[in-house]
């Protein structure tokens, strides 16, 4: 182990947290807001010399939120969430490998990612979790939508999948023959393209949205264009 590098553009080397640093974590907004595994169950300031959170059990997976403000951490069985420098408050139970949280683009859910086949929304606001059943290995990444209605996932299933987060419901992406290791939407959200450990890279056409509801009330005698 050892501290990590962020290396720029100009051959610049900056080394964070102190060299008995386990693991680094960078909020993915600000590359100046980090946290460093000090101890097992320890997690501190990016000089390793404040205690930022602190739990009974090895902590194998630790997340600032893109802005940095808030911190996550897995222990094996449970996810906890707090403010920065906060005590650690339960978000959710999770008894497995957990590989990643992704917030979404609003800031008031996590997804929660790891080596499990259900797929788990959580509900900053009242911690209540919704799991997403269509997977039957584990979940590799995820991709939220720009709108935060939906999902893309790759799976260990040798599948991606397309979520409606309104139902839940999904679309599988199958032609892949090993596991679907990276999946991401272009940046109009018109395509995914997926990579497996087949060697293979596909780009698939994604469905066009759900329709929206435009009014709710009376029933409809006559419609007009």
Request: proline share 7%; with cysteine.
């Amino acid at each position: 182990s050892g501290p990590d590098e962020i290396i720029g553009l100009d051959g610049s080397v900056e080394r964070i947290g102190p060299p008995s640093a386990l693991k680094v974590a960078v909020a993915a907004a600000d590359w100046t807001k980090r946290v460093v595994q000090i101890a097992p169950n320890q997690l501190a300031t990016a000089d390793g010399a404040t205690v930022l959170a602190q739990t009974e059990r090895y902590i194998p997976f630790f997340k600032r939120s893109p802005r940095g403000d808030t911190l996550v951490v897995h222990d094996g069985t449970t996810v906890w969430i707090a403010p920065v420098g906060a005590p650690l408050a339960k978000l959710a139970p999770y008894d497995g490998e957990l590989t990643d949280v992704v917030w979404a683009p609003d800031g008031k859910s996590v997804l929660l990612v790891g080596h499990v086949p259900d797929l788990f929304l959580v509900d900053l606001a009242t911690h209540q979790a919704r799991a997403l059943r269509g997977h039957t290995d584990s979940i590799y990444m995820a991709q939220f939508t720009a709108d935060g209605r939906g999902v893309l996932t790759a799976g260990d299933d040798g599948t991606a999948r397309l979520w409606n987060l309104t139902d839940g419901s999904s679309i599988a992406l199958l032609g892949h023959e090993d596991d679907v290791y990276r999946a991401r939407f272009s940046p109009d959200e018109q395509l995914a393209v997926t990579a497996s450990l087949d060697g293979s890279i596909r780009v698939w056409p994604v469905p066009r949205k759900q329709p929206g509801v435009l009014a709710e009330g009376e029933p409809i005698q006559e419609l007009s264009c």
